[in-house]
Every structure is written in structure tokens, then in C-alpha cells.
């Protein structure tokens, strides 16, 4: 919803989605879920910075070692050629548990948090996000 009120403020937004599967006791559904829980990507002017509080919902910006975080369009890029296409991780990796690993398509590094069948999950040092990557 803030996204929707944020687009029609005029300010340009964008939110990666992922659709998952979820199973009820009598049916399963596609839905659409948000890959940075509770967080929306505006570009902004520095003069605009404080405008989008006049949306509803709108809380505060993320910070990041006491400065608002600043999401870069090749990071943008990045996570929309993620989403387009699948993280390759040779057989090794599973030993690695814990390990950083760099991820090209998004230009950041990011702990293995655990391997489970052919998905790697992966915590985001940048966003402190949780990825999880289908492994090939």
C-alpha cells in the first residue's frame, strides 16, 4: 500500500517481489511476496528527502552505521537480474556453511546462513536481508 500511495505522490519506487507457493488445507495459491520485507526503494532528490513522510505509512529510512542507507542504481540493476535468473554455486559450497561468499548479480557479499536441498540461503551484509538462491 505504501507502495502504491508513494508511486502516486510521483515518487519513483521499486520493491522486488518473488512469488512463492502457499499451501492451505484445501488449496495452494501463488502470492507475490516482498524480497526486502517492509522496505521500498525511492529515488529522491536530497531536497525531497523529507517528503516522503507526508504518505501514510511511511515510517523512517533504514540507516546503516548512523547514515541513511543509500541504494545504488547498479545494486537496483543487480537485484532485477537476480530475480531474472539463478545463482550458480558449484558442489563445494555446501561444506562452507557460515562462510561470506560474493554474489555477482547483486555486487554484495553475504553469509551462508544454511543449504537446504537445492536452496541456498544467504544473509545480505549490506541490507542485512535474507536471500535464498536456487543452486544449479
Known amino acids: 500500500k505504501v507502495l502504491e500511495r508513494l508511486n502516486q505522490f510521483g515518487t519513483e519506487t521499486y520493491t522486488p517481489t518473488k512469488t512463492l507457493v502457499k499451501h492451505w488445507s484445501d488449496r495452494k495459491k501463488k502470492v507475490k511476496t516482498c524480497l526486502l520485507p517492509s522496505m521500498v526503494l525511492v529515488r529522491l532528490a536530497k531536497k525531497e528527502v523529507n517528503k516522503v513522510f507526508e504518505i501514510q505509512?511511511?515510517?523512517?529510512y533504514l540507516f546503516v552505521h548512523g547514515a541513511r542507507a543509500v541504494v545504488y542504481d547498479y545494486e537496483v540493476v543487480a537485484m532485477k537480474n537476480y530475480l531474472e535468473s539463478k545463482f550458480k554455486v558449484d558442489k563445494q559450497t555446501k561444506?562452507?556453511?557460515g562462510k561470506t561468499i560474493d554474489i555477482p548479480l547483486l555486487n554484495q557479499s553475504g553469509e551462508i546462513v544454511a543449504i537446504e536441498g537445492k536452496k541456498c540461503i544467504v544473509r545480505l551484509q549490506m541490507l542485512a536481508a535474507t536471500m535464498s538462491f536456487q543452486l544449479n
Open 57 to 60: 505509512g511511511v515510517k523512517r
Open 95 to 97: 561444506n562452507i556453511i
